[in-house]
């Protein structure tokens, strides 16, 4: 299978550049793309850079130019569910974007695509589960070993746990309780919200390619986002998203 890799940051990738055999990289429209081979399968590995128009364009190149057959989408999120905290891992069953809303125009819901009729975009049930349990492995399994106890006990990570469930993307970076306690009033069933997976998603669903969408939780999308994101993304990230991301590609 050929496997498309992508997080929106260096870091959210970071790791695989060390795993992958390398055979030649392509540089297309800013963003590098990695070519190369992981547990059998062929793998592009590229970051997209933040944002949905950049992962819509970049997941657009790893189907079109690369012939992705299925994209992973890996990295960290704000949580929106009170239930999660820092260093929980998040795999989408539906990914949308709720910053869509062409609700004012007849005939149209908040949240729906135009033209689709559709606001969710679903991820097959076996590859959540497969994901799901790779996320469980990795946490139970290899989070200790990879990162020391010093920078978990920092953000509290005692016993992460592996959520699945409503992921959503807005081109926003949330930093305000009150902005997510409104959205969680329209999606009660939201888990946690990024800026990326929702336009891969629907770039993905309008090419039949499946997609794969895994998010550690960086931070609360609070007032202590900022900080605890960009700490966060600099020293635990790169082991948790390319690792939940890796014990993934060697069960598929
Ligand atoms: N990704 C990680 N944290 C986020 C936040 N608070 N808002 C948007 N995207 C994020």
């Known amino acids: 299978m050929r496997i498309g890799i992508m997080g929106a940051m260096e870091e959210e990738i970071a790791l695989f550049h060390e795993k992958i055999k390398f055979f030649k990289q392509e540089t297309i429209g800013l963003r590098n793309y990695i070519i190369g081979t992981l547990h059998n399968h062929e793998i592009v590995l590229t970051f997209s850079r933040w944002g949905k128009v950049a992962a819509a364009s970049t997941a657009t190149t790893i189907i079109e130019r690369f012939g992705a057959d299925l994209v992973i989408f890996t990295g960290v999120a704000g949580a929106a569910s009170k239930l999660l905290e820092i260093g929980d891992v998040v795999v989408a069953t539906e990914v949308m974007q709720y910053d869509m809303d062409i609700s004012a125009l007849p005939g149209f819901s908040r949240f729906e695509i135009p033209l689709l009729g559709l606001s969710r975009f679903p991820v097959p049930d076996n590859y959540v589960k497969m994901a799901a349990e790779s996320a469980e492995s990795y946490l139970s399994e290899s989070l200790k070993k990879d990162l020391n106890s010093d920078i978990l006990k920092k953000f509290s990570i005692t016993n992460p746990k592996v959520t699945t469930g409503l992921i959503a993307s807005g081109d926003r970076f949330i930093a305000d309780y009150n902005s997510i306690k409104k959205l969680i009033r329209s999606l009660p069933d939201l888990q946690c919200i990024e800026m990326e997976g929702g336009a891969a998603a629907q770039v993905c669903y309008e090419h039949k390619i499946p997609i794969i969408l895994m998010r550690t ?4 999308a609070n007032h ?13 990230a790169p082991y948790l998203t390319c690792g939940v991301a890796d014990n993934l590609i060697r069960k598929i």
């Open 217 to 220: 939780i960086s931070d609360k």
């Open 224 to 236: 202590s986002a900022v900080v605890d994101f960009s700490t966060f993304i600099k020293k635990i």
